[in-house]
């Protein structure tokens, strides 16, 4: 697959997302309070937290959906080493899947136009919109990466969930994103697309593409996600390496029930 050249060059090192002290406030609320976040290139992150704990919104405002207050003081918000920025220039650093997005595919377009529509950033791809040649070659690469090639000339409304979903990484992919990010990537996948979603997730986090990945189910933390990251009421929790932070104790101060947590092959699982 394609790298940038700043993943393999001169930003090796760089902070990709630096977050210091971000307040977000929405209908008069606090939203996200005091958060401190950064991403550096490479990393493969997992977020983790109750219900409207705060991370979605911790994505939407690396996205730029969600600004945060400006005035707020010692505030940092600098994106690949940058404190200024459009918001398209935001969506071409980010690749996202999303059950949002999912549902304004349910359309009729073929898999390889779905792909080859994330370099536009668009849903479908539209006569006003000018194909070049690697476009498509990339669009091809990336259907092979992830082993779609049988799904291609199909129509997205036609898959079933768990290979859509894999349709959408491949456009999430498609224009080189600095950070891939999934937001809840297995929500309503059976246990064999679970299996073969995460399989995928292995692949492209092990290609050196920076990932975050926010979900509720431990089992998605494939093992080359090391760090993880704990939101409670709009905070950062807890914030470090997986075998410090998956602990019982912290889950079951994190959801306010009591927690246990077990590994095996590499994979956690929780119960309660
Ligand atoms: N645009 C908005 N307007 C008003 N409130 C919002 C908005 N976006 C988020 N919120 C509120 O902020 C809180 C955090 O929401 P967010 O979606 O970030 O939580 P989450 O941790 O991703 O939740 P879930 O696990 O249920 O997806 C919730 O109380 C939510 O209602």
């Known amino acids: 697959m394609h790298k940038n050249k700043e993943n393999t060059e001169d930003g090796k090192a760089g902070l990709l997302v630096e977050m210091e002290n971000i307040v977000v406030r929405k209908n008069d609320r606090t939203i996200l309070d005091s958060i401190d976040f950064k991403i550096r290139n490479g990393e493969n992150i997992a977020i983790i937290g109750p219900n409207g704990s705060g991370k979605s919104s911790i994505i939407k405002t690396i996205t730029g959906d969600y600004r945060p207050i400006a005035d707020t003081p010692n505030m940092v918000f600098r994106l690949m080493e940058k404190d200024r920025w459009v918001v398209s220039d935001l969506k071409k650093l980010m690749g996202i899947v999303s059950g949002e997005l999912q549902l304004e595919y349910m359309r009729d377009i073929t898999v390889t136009d779905v792909v080859l529509s994330g370099f536009f950033s668009s ?125 019982a104790e912290k889950l079951t101060e994190l959801f306010g029930i009591p927690v246990e947590v077990g590994k095996d092959k590499g994979y956690y699982h929780a119960w309660c």
């Open 123 to 247: 849903i479908g791809i539209y006569p006003n919109l000018r194909v070049r040649p690697y476009m498509l070659e990339i669009t091809d690469d990336v259907i092979d990466f992830l082993e779609i090639r049988h799904l291609a000339d199909k129509n997205i409304s036609e898959l079933s969930t768990g290979e859509a979903r894999r349709v959408l990484i491949g456009r999430a992919l498609v224009h080189n994103p600095m950070i891939l990010v999934l937001d809840e990537p297995t929500n309503s996948l059976d246990l064999k697309s679970k299996h073969k979603f995460r399989q995928t997730v292995s692949k492209i986090a092990a290609s050196g593409k920076s990932m975050i990945l926010v979900t509720h189910d431990l089992e998605d933390i494939v093992p080359e996600i090391d760090r993880v990251v704990l939101v409670k009421d709009g905070k950062i929790f807890a914030d470090g390496n997986i075998e410090d932070i998956l602990t």
